[in-house]
């Protein structure tokens, strides 16, 4: 690897370094060997990762090196060892200057990026290092634990203590084990990340969770969170030693809210109801075993050793606590807002105080360790887990006397404000769901919320905690002195790196107007007028014909995001965007996301798409860590400005703390004036998005800023560094979109992309683009797939990936996915409900492997179903366009038992992950008890429960298919009544399958009779290839054959015609066709016959024949229509009485493929019949 001197320092690199590379890396060299903090910011793509950690790890090297040098010249008493290399050449700028310094005393590193996906590809950065320092990451039990009785607790509290339980009694084996398998030499040279974690400790039966602690006391460098380094419960819990430690927060965008959020708290009257019951419970059982003269300790554990008297004062705390809350007297929209002071006031009048704190603590945690280590007993305990977490909070530090105390608690509150307010969501999911809960937990009350509105405060922790240095990097911090003063702490060492990229690969434009001319903004009193919301659907609609590939849209809020896009809907902009880019829109929860983005990559990935379009909000998920690189983000919009919402009390309390610290003059503090840091927010999230478009050296993109406001050179100076050359600003969008065609045009001749592969193939190398571009993109085609992989054992994480076969995509992907499960499945379920019964016992790998359309049609948009429809009409090719369409409009809702069988297994894995595991086993019974008993009623209260909440409405409608056919009807219409859906009943759902089948036998008789009644005695002559095409080869090969002398029987004639067809088709097709059949001699609707026939015969090549042939059945008066159809179809006259009429060795179909030339006919044909 080629190596570089910077500061002193030998660096060695994976490649010759950029400029803006050395650059970075200097300046983390500066704040190392200076111990001084550093903000340093450096555009996505530019290698920030790698020369962060090459940098580090180097300078740590040679502070060894240099401990080294300084043991060896005071064993040499001051002789050179070597002649030509004085030691005096060696230097001290590593080391502390004349300070003592040993082996021990080499600075820890600790890496704290925001989630554990992103240290994922963090530690696989540093593996495409020469570095291999010794190396920890730190996760919760909920990532770490394989003890699978602890991981079966909902609860994370109750995980907690039921892991600390175990651990105290040494009832863990996978605990018992650590001690031996921590001084593993292997295991600490290894690079393991959390994955690799979990598989090391599944395999050797060794807690990955205790062993990432053990190996933390080795760790050159640590890997966390950067909430485990920021909470200082977190802190605490893991036993994170600061002290002359290197601090590094990468991603550090988040900083500021993380910093806030972990030392605020929000505590709900159901917080402190569910801690009543749960202290209440267990003070009336140590009172009945008073009262019996039991012992103390007889029924319970022995570790548990507290008297009654102890147990009715923590009750006492708790109710105080709830009555001191609720005294004040609220008005329903607004709160009480009290200087941060006042929580020490408040407390104090539930007897807590810094003198009674440590007894009140503890005697808290052992009720709650004792209540979570209870077999076959349910309490919420999460209300004094709180409780706990507060005192800790609140009663920080250890005053010795009284004025030490005073003076303790106005430094600890000095950056927070209490504020008292209704709570308007007792009605809501979190307490209803809950059927555990106590009354009293369901009753209206008031919130107290302590907050937080400076990130110094935790930023100022850390520096007590005498760490070396702090180092802030990421992407987007700019405007840098604003991001710096939040700090509350100096940054000596600052830098706005330039980006990698040449003008030719960024196009920026400021968009005042719209096509029509109407001026764009999202400001609060326009963004919802039609005007507007029209002008910026024509505008998105215009560049989606522009971008090539994918495009990225982004609005700035949720309800923005809904409403406008629910107006284009209806006034067809959507349907313009999704002709030419289909349409993938970020879902709200955690849930469903992860499928949308993989269908969107997919559609970009398509070979035979012109790409998609995403639309997503600024501070969503998509916004933040995920990579649109090359293809998958060739453009940007950003629909306006993203100001927090104004009215949001935590919002106008934090811009009122601002201005009172402005107005404070602090000596050497700089305070932003509320508004300044209102506007700040914006202009960071904007910058956060616009970041998604250029992610590595040989990337190019265009950003779109469509808002009259960006004009304004107040806030083109806050875009980033790297942005603000490139801005142009259009008197008019023509002029915009001539020259945005000309750069991507231009760009894409500079910059081929690698040819896009067969969609069968494409889901396999969604990220292979990204490898082959740069050298500083890490390879995506293992890094990102080794963060997916995560998901297995991050909860925050799950999903159910779309692409385990990594061959196959869209409807081929879903074809093999079930060929696997009939293959893992020999026996088949009987009926829907026996494959409830194998459902509910079937494994848990089962269930989450689960992918399926049911899951599709439950995503915020139409375009996963889009997807589906693409990939049939690819498997069939071009003559499928308008032909599949109509088959799946009239195809018939029967579906094989396998099917079923499928759907209904997907159906409950999917319910599994959505409900609570009380509810699912309760859904469960019923399902089971109305097999057994036949009575709707028991399943429609039981089921009941999934009208509660709207976003499990779609889970009762599921339940439809387990409905039997005689209670279909009324349980569509409870349905109906009770979430406005139906779940599409039709007549002949309640139809039993003997009923079906009956009717599938009456109409093949009955059609079979038509057949010969319609025929003609007549035969005619061969319909020759020749005389089809007009001589064309596409249906002349193997043709149909030469006529023969004499004429078959009418009998005999339709029985070939009836063989050819089941064959053809097979069962349940035919069934179709004989019912449209029997349908047309009962109304004699000549168009829904044919409708049903040609999306049957033309599905498949070798079927065409069928068509010509099905001439036979059609009525008289219809048969000048169908062979206009037929010629159409053809390009050829076909004679009357071939229409009317074949001979036996007529009827066998030609072996012969026709290809598309007569296909796109077909395809033609229908369009125009449509278009009429």
């Known amino acids: 690897m080629p190596s570089l001197s910077l500061n002193g320092v030998t660096v060695e690199f994976p490649f010759p370094p950029y400029d803006c590379q050395k650059a970075y890396m200097s300046r983390v060299l500066e704040c190392l060997q200076q111990k001084m903090n550093g903000v340093l910011e450096s555009p996505t793509g530019t290698g920030k990762t790698l020369c962060l950690l090459c940098a580090t790890l180097a300078w740590r090297d040679h502070f060894k090196d240099t401990i080294s040098a300084r043991k060896i010249a005071e064993r040499l008493h001051g002789d050179e060892m070597f002649q030509n290399t004085p030691l005096s050449s060696w230097g001290t700028a590593a080391t502390d200057g004349d300070t003592p310094t040993y082996y021990t005393d080499v600075p820890k590193i600790i890496y704290a990026s925001r989630t554990h996906s992103q240290l994922a590809q963090v530690i696989n950065e540093l593996k495409n290092t020469s570095y291999r320092p010794k190396v920890c990451v730190l996760g919760s039990r909920e990532q770490l634990c394989i003890n699978q009785e602890v991981m ?59 062993l990432s602690r053990s190996l933390k006391q080795q760790a050159d460098i640590v890997f966390m969170p950067y909430n485990y380094l920021l909470d200082p419960k977190s802190r605490r819990a893991h036993s994170i030693e600061l002290k002359g430690a290197v601090v590094i927060f990468d991603e550090a965008h988040n900083v500021e809210k993380t910093c806030e959020e972990s030392t605020s708290f929000d505590l709900t009257p159901y917080d402190l109801a569910s801690a009543i019951t749960a202290v209440d419970r267990l003070l009336v059982e140590k009172t009945k075993e008073a009262a019996h003269g039991e012992s ?82 349910f309490l919420n305990i999460n209300g004094l887990q709180k409780l706990a977490d507060i005192i800790q909070l609140v009663f920080c530090g250890e005053p010795s006397d009284e004025k030490e105390r005073h003076k303790l608690m106005e430094s600890n509150t000095t950056h927070f404000k209490v504020h008292i307010h209704r709570d308007n969501s007792f009605h809501k999911k979190k307490q209803s769901a809950d059927v555990w809960a106590a009354s009293s937990s369901k009753k209206q009350g008031n919130i107290l919320s302590y907050w937080c509105f400076s990130p110094g405060f935790s930023m100022q922790e850390l520096v007590n905690q005498e760490v070396r240095c702090i180092i802030l990097t990421s992407g987007t911090l700019s405007p840098l002195t604003s991001f710096t003063s939040e700090m509350r702490i100096k940054f000596p060492v600052s830098l706005e790196n330039s980006h990698v990229i040449e003008r030719d690969q960024i196009f920026v434009s400021i968009i005042e107007r719209g096509p029509d001319g109407v001026a764009l903004s999202s400001a609060f009193d326009r963004r919802f007028v039609p005007e507007n919301m029209a002008s910026l659907g024509n505008t998105v609609a215009n560049l989606s014909r522009v971008v090539p590939h994918g495009l990225l849209v982004f609005f700035p809020s949720f309800p923005v995001m809904e409403k406008t896009l629910e107006f284009w809907r209806a006034n067809g902009h959507a349907d313009r965007i999704e002709n ?110 616009i970041g998604r478009v250029i992610r590595h050296k040989e990337d190019y993109g265009a950003i779109f800023l469509c808002d009259q406001r960006f004009k304004g050179s107040d806030v083109r100076a806050q875009l980033p560094s790297w942005v603000r050359p490139y801005v142009r600003l259009y008197d008019g969008f023509g002029n915009m979109v001539r020259d945005a065609s000309q750069f991507f045009r231009v760009a894409q001749k500079l910059r081929p992309v690698v040819e896009k592969k067969a969609a069968a193939e494409s889901c396999g190398t969604v990220w292979s683009s990204d490898t082959q571009s740069s050298r500083f993109t890490s390879s995506h085609s293992s890094h990102t797939q080794k963060a997916k992989a995560l998901d297995a054992h991050l909860p925050s994480l799950k999903r159910r990936r779309l692409n385990e076969h990594s061959g196959a995509s869209g409807m081929a992907r879903i074809c093999i996915e079930y060929e696997s499960e009939v293959q893992e499945s020999q026996r088949r379920p009987a009926s829907l409900l026996d494959a409830l019964e194998r459902g509910d016992h079937g494994s848990a790998e089962d269930a989450n492997a689960v992918v399926g359309e049911e899951k599709a049609n439950h ?5 996963l179903q889009h997807d589906k429809r693409m990939a049939d009409e690819l498997r069939g090719g071009k003559r499928k366009i308008k032909l599949v369409h109509e088959q799946r409009a009239s195809v018939s809702d029967d579906v094989s038992e396998e099917g079923s069988a499928s759907r209904a297994k997907k159906f409950l894995a999917e319910m599994k992950k959505s409900l609570s595991q009380v509810n699912f086993d309760r859904i469960i019974q019923a399902l089971q008890t109305y097999k057994k008993t036949d009575n709707l009623d028991i399943l429609l209260t039981e089921t009941a429960v999934l009208t509660e909440d709207a976003n499990t409405h779609s889970l009762l409608r599921g339940i439809y298919q387990f409905v039997r056919p005689h209670h279909k009807k009324r ?33 093949d008789r009955q059609s079979a009779v038509g057949l010969t009644s319609t025929s003609t005695t007549s035969t005619c002559s061969q319909l020759n290839t ?32 009836l063989s050819d067809v089941k064959k053809a088709l097979g069962a349940e097709q035919t069934a179709r066709l004989f019912q449209a059949i029997h349908s047309y001699k009962k109304t004699d609707n000549y168009e829904s016959l044919v409708t049903t026939v040609v999306s049957l015969f033309t599905e498949r090549d070798e079927d065409f024949s069928l068509l010509v042939r099905f001439g036979m059945v059609i009525r008289p008066h219809h048969k000048k229509q169908y062979k206009e159809m037929l010629d159409a179809l053809i390009g050829q006259s076909v004679s009357a009485a071939g229409v009317a009429a074949l001979s036996e060795d007529q009827q066998r179909p030609a072996s012969s493929s026709p290809p598309a030339k007569t296909q796109s006919k077909i395809s033609c044909f229908f369009s125009s019949s449509q278009r009429k």
């Open 296 to 377: 103390l300790t007889e029924d319970f554990n022995s570790a548990f050793k507290m008297d009654v008297e102890t147990i009715a004062k923590i009750k006492r705390i708790l109710l105080d606590l709830e009555a001191a809350i609720d005294s004040y007297e609220l008005p329903s929209d607004r709160g009480v807002t009290k200087p941060g002071m006042f929580i020490y006031e408040l407390l104090e009048r539930a007897q807590l105080t810094y003198s009674t704190k440590t007894a009140v603590y503890e005697a808290v945690e052992q009720i709650s360790g004792y209540l979570a280590g209870q077999p076959g007993i």
């Open 152 to 210: 079966r607790q909902e609860s994370s509290t109750v995980k907690v203590h039921m892991c600390r339980g175990k651990v105290s009694t040494r009832s863990c084996v996978y605990y018992n084990n650590v001690e031996e398998k921590s001084t593993d030499r292997d295991l600490v040279n290894s690079v393991l990340d959390v994955e690799d974690l979990v598989k090391l400790g599944n395999k050797q039966r060794v807690c990955p969770y205790y």
């Open 971 to 1003: 349980f569509d219409e409870r349905c109906q009544q009770l979430t406005g859906q139906s779940c599409g009943y039709k007549v002949d759902h309640s139809l039993s399958k003997d009923e079906k089948k009956a009717l599938v036998l009456q109409s």
């Open 859 to 863: 995503l915020s948009t139409l375009s």
């Open 1026 to 1057: 020749q005389q089809l095409n007009k001589g064309g080869h596409h249906l002349n090969q193997q043709g149909l054959r030469e006529p023969l002398t004499g004429s078959a029987p009418k009998s005999e004639v339709h029985a070939a015609f």
């Open 580 to 689: 030419v880019k289909p349409m993938f829109v970020e879902p709200k929860g955690k849930g469903t996301f992860n499928e949308v983005i993989d269908g969107y990559y997919s559609k970009v990935n398509d070979p035979a798409s012109k790409g998609g379009s995403f639309f997503a909000v600024c501070r969503g998920k998509a916004s933040e860590g995920l990579d649109f690189a090359d293809t998958f983000g060739r453009g940007v919009i950003i629909t306006g400005l993203p100001f927090p919402p104004k009215m949001d009390p935590r919002i106008i309390l934090k811009m009122q703390f601002l201005d009172e610290m402005r107005k404070k003059k602090v000596p050497g503090m700089t305070y932003l004036s509320g508004q300044e840091w209102y506007r700040q927010q914006a202009f960071r999230a904007v910058n956060q998005a």
